[in-house]
């Protein structure tokens, strides 16, 4: 969904969830700490201590938010580490801009949610779009207009939907993909 980063006095979030060897999201994190530290580069080398809480998310029973306010612009760093070891990627690069606003990208925009990813002929499926300016980043504010087009290969779009615009950079869109056409007997 774009770069990791956001903009001056806006709340930066980072999810850490814990996997196994496989990759696998795992529920037992007793004993283990997560911390993070963001780092500027010189010549104004700002530290910002992050904020770490132990959550349950949509997708993981267990999942750690990592997250501090933005001060200044730049491109800084965030160290995180969970047991003491870097989490994968770690140091992370980050984006931090003045202003998160638009026009959106729609090459970058993501549609999430079970209506975009599997949906069933005839019954309603919701979906949110996250807006992503040019830059990569998420957008913060609304004010963009997205439609979605549901149609048969090959066919003409047979629903539109418009989305309903949440005032924070995401969209609400419901639709009914059309049912098949009867089979000719």
Not at 10 to 21: F, I, Y
Not at 80 to 90: I, K, L, T
């Amino acid at each position: 969904m774009g770069r990791l980063g956001g903009a001056v006095q806006r709340t930066v979030t980072m999810w850490v969830v814990p996997r196994d060897a496989w990759g696998n999201a795992v529920d037992d994190v007793a004993g283990l700490e997560v911390t993070g530290l963001v780092q500027y580069p010189p010549p104004d080398p700002t530290v910002v201590v992050c904020t770490v809480s132990l959550e349950a998310t949509a997708e993981h029973r267990r999942a750690w938010r990592v997250r501090f306010v933005a001060q200044i612009p730049g491109a800084p760093r965030a160290a995180v580490r969970m047991g003491g070891q870097h989490v994968h990627r770690s140091p992370l690069p980050l984006q931090i801009v003045a202003r998160l606003a638009g026009p959106a990208d729609p090459a970058l925009s993501v549609a999430r949610g079970a209506g975009a990813e599997l949906a069933t002929a005839g019954a309603p499926a919701e979906f949110v779009v996250h807006a992503v300016g040019a830059a990569g980043l998420p957008l913060a504010e609304g004010g963009e207009r997205f439609h979605a087009e549901i149609a048969r290969r090959g066919a003409a779009p047979a629903v539109r939907a418009a989305g309903i615009d949440r005032g924070d950079g995401t969209y609400g869109l419901e639709c009914a993909p059309p049912s098949p056409p009867p089979p000719p007997y």
